[in-house]
């Protein structure tokens, strides 16, 4: 299985400033995703990030507001911008596993709460 | 739009009880992921499904993919408090995205 970290494990942020959040991964993966976890609910995909190319959002998320990038095969940030209480979650990246297409490997997230 | 149902939503439960959680779509899956999250950390990988019918063990936990490939269910026998955490099921189909379950919030007490 593919290890990933975080950084910030968690942070707590004024209202309108930005915070971005890194993702590393000890081996080269094709696709990472970031997830949104709002508090007690399950997890929603922002968006899809390749290396080499812009990311893929979902509906409801915009790239003005989740600016994503992708440098290279085991690294990816994910910033939240022009934050509100609303964006108070766990931010959550992933991979695919590198042998096995229909799994998917977790970061330990990072709790963000805007005050 | 593919959509996963769990059940039950929430569960609490003395340590030794054994319990089933369920995870349900009308759609179809080639793969099914069930997944567990303790509190301040991300979600852990437990077991992909990947056959109709399949059952897998692992130790305590036993899963089992329908044969249509639209449900599955988690069997715990003797829960431990540490088993205590969030269960995710998630679907998946070759070139899409994950679709993950709202979750069952189980609670083990001592």
């Not at chain 1, 004024?14 to 081996?27: E, F, Y």
């Not at chain 2, 897998?56 to 036993?62: E, M, P, W």
């Amino acid at each position: 299985s593919a290890v990933i970290s975080q950084k910030p494990s968690r942070d707590i942020c004024q209202r309108g400033t930005s915070l971005t959040i890194q993702c590393q991964v000890d081996s080269q993966v094709t696709m990472m995703f970031w997830y949104r976890q709002q508090p007690g609910q399950s997890l929603t995909l922002i968006a899809t990030a390749n290396q080499g190319s812009e990311a893929t959002y979902e509906s409801g998320f915009v790239i003005d507001k989740f600016p994503i990038s992708r440098p290279n095969l085991t690294f990816s940030t994910l910033t939240v911008s022009n934050m509100s209480p609303e964006d108070s979650s766990i931010y959550l990246c992933s991979v695919e596993g590198p042998l096995r297409w229909e799994t998917q490997y977790f970061g330990p997230g990072t709790r963000l709460l805007v005050l | 739009t593919q959509l996963l149902e769990q059940s039950p939503q929430f569960l609490s439960i003395q340590e030794g009880e054994n319990l089933t959680v369920y995870c349900n779509s009308s759609s179809v899956f080639s793969s099914l992921q069930w997944y567990r999250q303790e509190p301040g950390e991300g979600p852990v990988l437990l077991v992909t499904v990947v056959t109709g019918g399949e059952v897998k063990k692992l130790k305590r936990l036993t899963f089992q993919f329908g044969d249509a490939r639209k449900d599955s269910s988690l069997h715990i026998t003797a829960a431990q408090p540490g088993d205590t955490g969030l269960y995710l099921c998630a679907g998946h189909n070759y070139g899409q995205n994950f679709v993950f379950g709202p979750g069952t919030r189980l609670s083990v007490l001592p």
